[in-house]
């Protein structure tokens, strides 16, 4: 097994894995690649995180990789969407067998930019990370399409207001995204209780905070002190809203750090403890079988 880090990559060095004429960005807060047939993998084939969001959509081919651990094939026809947090990694394959993608990067910065809340949005992509991934019906195709060629036409005139129009199209990309999730999630589930704006903020917000903490931090306390409210109001917050605990979020977060760190590096038990904050090696060993049901060592010889 090889040594290797949890990387994190900037919407810029994303930029860098695409070796093809075809790419085309405003600054280093938005890229767009139509053909990647040529784009090397190389910085993905081991689980990182890209400071940004990301959408792709297959055009032709198909790959593997895998979302927090979990492994998918994408296909033509497919698209999958990459929120920050996430840990992802794409299986290398040949020059002649890679896939045909077109791919749209934004930094949060500049979707934080637009007055429209698109974070409303993502709260409900948040609740499916295990299935980021959907199969595209003709008609969904079509519009998607038509708003990759608008981008295309706008970034390459001359016209003023162009770069406004650009980030436009590009925020109606991610809701149109977030409309599809949206009525995928309405067909498989049951109706739900109403949830107030206000407490989905505060989620939104409680998931930004645990993504960013969750090795060293895993009392609720902590949470709702950043939060300026109770622990008690943001445990009934977040189960109201996602119909999980904190504490389960918070141990999600971190039982997933830890299989990453298990199945992608050679580091010993304690020194995969201590980086995830635990007092010693015994506890770790606790924590990580309640949860997984498997041992440390199991799990990485699984």
Partial sequence: METTTLNSFSIAKVKELFLTDDIINIGEDFIMAQRTNEANYNLLRYPCRIDGYLVAFCKKGSFKGSVNLKEYEIHEGMMVLNLPQNIIRIEPSSAEEAPELTIIAVTSQFLSHFRSDITKMLNEAMQIL??????????????????????NTAIHSDYAYARESISHLISSVFFIFGSFINERMAKQSEVEQPVSTRHKIVFERFIDLVSKYHNTERNVGFYADKLCITPKYLSKIVKDTSGQSAPQWIDQYVILEAKQLLKHSDRCIKEISDELNFPNPSFFFKYFKKHTGLTPNQYRNS
Avoid: W
């Fill in 130 to 151: 295990d299935n980021p991934c959907i199969t595209l019906k003709p008609d969904e195709l079509s519009i998607v399409q038509q708003h990759i060629q608008l981008i």
